[in-house]
């Protein structure tokens, strides 16, 4: 197939010269062009009184394989970045946090702690509640309950344990520290 059909074939929407690319990024035609030398996917490879033709779908999947400034992993290393596509990065990571935010899609550090806090106490009533229902409800005798609260007692310390040894290898912060110092 000639990449005159190639192009043919790739829905308008994807289709993008330098100038869209350059657009669609928010940055300068001099970037596309160092993007291409890094090895930015072209459909259509410019010439004279050729255009560049880039399907945006794979340049945006090239981008976000790191490709400028990639790790193993394929995330964006910013240090990597000329000076001004690393502010460009990270202008974006801070308006994409924003964003998510906005759309709740996360949550501050404090108003997780307090989820997981009120889930936990919630969790911790219930678990306790088990040993007397078992007793009333379903006619198990006391001593059968107390082993089961033992038990219950013994796995909601266990868990304790393992939340305490996190908080202390700094996984986690503190449940009800004040954020508002940072």
């Known amino acids: 197939m000639s990449v005159k059909g190639l192009t043919s074939n790739l829905p308008p929407s994807r289709r993008a010269n330098k100038a869209e690319v350059a657009e669609f990024y928010g940055v300068s035609l001099p970037t596309v062009d160092a993007w291409i030398r890094k090895g930015m996917p072209a459909v259509q490879k410019g010439s004279k009184g050729i255009p560049w033709v880039f399907d945006l779908l794979e340049v945006v999947r090239w981008r976000e394989l790191g490709a400028s400034a990639g790790t193993p992993d394929g995330e ?89 040894a996190l908080m202390d290898a700094g996984a986690i912060d503190e449940v009800g520290e004040d954020a508002g110092d940072e």
């Open 76 to 164: 964006i290393d910013p240090d990597k970045l000329p000076p001004a596509e690393r502010l460009a990065w990270y202008r974006s990571e801070k308006e994409r946090r924003a964003l998510l935010k906005d759309e709740r899609q996360t949550l501050d550090a404090p108003e997780v702690a307090e989820v997981v806090a009120t889930a936990f106490a919630a969790l911790g009533q219930d678990l306790r509640a088990i040993q007397d229902r078992l007793e009333r409800r379903r006619g198990i005798s006391g001593e059968t309950a107390q082993a089961v609260g033992e038990e219950i007692e013994a796995a909601m310390d266990a868990t304790a344990t393992r939340l305490q």
